[in-house]
């Protein structure tokens, strides 16, 4: 008997406080809509794998000043900051009572490229790991300087007159060459200025440009590492029987392997300058 006396108190409580949300909504639905506005957002706190800092954040969030953190639109902020392609994924919460945490994963740059714009001017954009091109923020000039350029790529817009483009093929190729290069040979990788892709889509080769004007040829066929160990001992034993008739390097093709002879990789010499070559 006095469970049911109970049961009976407890839904007309229910019933009662039902009636004055009701009550409440009828007369002003927006009250019950609207999130409780007393707390102004007061910290921002950002964590990066990358470059990006908070003051970037900051900036790119664009956030009015007073804004209540119930205020915030985070599905909106979040596509402002990947709007940045820089940014591979944005994750942005709010942490109770007054604070927006921000975590964000990098892109990481492999490589640059020339781009002229339709008004003549020439810039100067990033191509990531996975083939995405963009306009790189807060990174040290000798972070970029140390990275080659590409050449011969065919790069198109997302869409006529936009600043987007659409991601690079056989860019992971290219990743997995550098990264070999700077940590097997990294002297000889410092002399590397550019990367040709003229000749992946066809013959799935990659043609390095190097500031002492030789052309160094790799296959992605095979795997980078042995055709870098070829390379360098090519190169050692290049520099140890100098040749006073033979000039500098000119193209070493590492993509045909070793051959049945035993030669490592075909390699030819520019010509030796002679000595009017010289005077002039």
């Not at 987007?164 to 290069?181: M, N, R, S, T």
Request: hydrophobic fraction near 45%; charged fraction near 20%.
């Amino acid at each position: 008997m006095i469970k049911k006396i109970a049961l009976c108190l407890l839904l007309c409580v229910m019933a009662i406080i039902a009636f004055e949300v009701y009550t409440v909504w009828k007369n002003n639905p927006s009250d019950i809509k609207a999130p409780v506005k007393d707390t102004p957002l007061k910290t921002i706190t950002v964590r990066s794998n990358g470059v990006l800092d908070y003051n970037w954040t900051v900036r790119t969030l664009a956030l009015p000043e007073g804004i209540d953190i119930m205020e915030l639109d985070i599905t909106a902020l979040r596509k402002r900051i990947l709007d940045h392609a820089q940014v591979h994924t944005a994750v942005l919460t709010r942490q109770f009572p007054d604070t927006l945490t921000v975590t964000l994963e990098e892109r990481s740059p492999v490589a640059r490229i020339l781009i002229q714009q339709p008004g003549g001017e020439r810039e100067e954009l990033l191509v990531a790991t996975d083939g995405i091109v963009y306009s790189g923020a807060n990174y040290a000039p000798g972070t970029l300087a140390a990275l080659p350029y590409l050449a011969d790529v065919n790069l198109l817009r997302t869409a006529p007159g936009a600043h987007q483009y659409l991601p690079l093929a056989g860019i992971d190729f290219v990743a997995k060459l550098v990264a070999e290069a700077q940590i097997n040979i990294p002297d000889h990788y410092a002399t590397w200025r550019s990367i040709s892709m003229k000749r992946y889509d066809e013959d799935r080769l990659l043609v390095v440009n190097t500031s002492n004007a030789a052309r160094i040829t790799f296959g992605i066929r095979e795997e980078f590492i042995n055709q870098i160990a070829r390379l360098d001992y090519i190169l050692n034993d290049i520099a140890r029987t100098a040749n006073p008739n033979r000039g500098p390097v000119h193209t070493i093709d590492l993509s045909v392997g070793q051959t049945a002879s035993g030669i490592q990789a075909p390699v030819t010499f520019h010509p030796v300058a002679t000595a009017s070559h010289r005077r002039r």
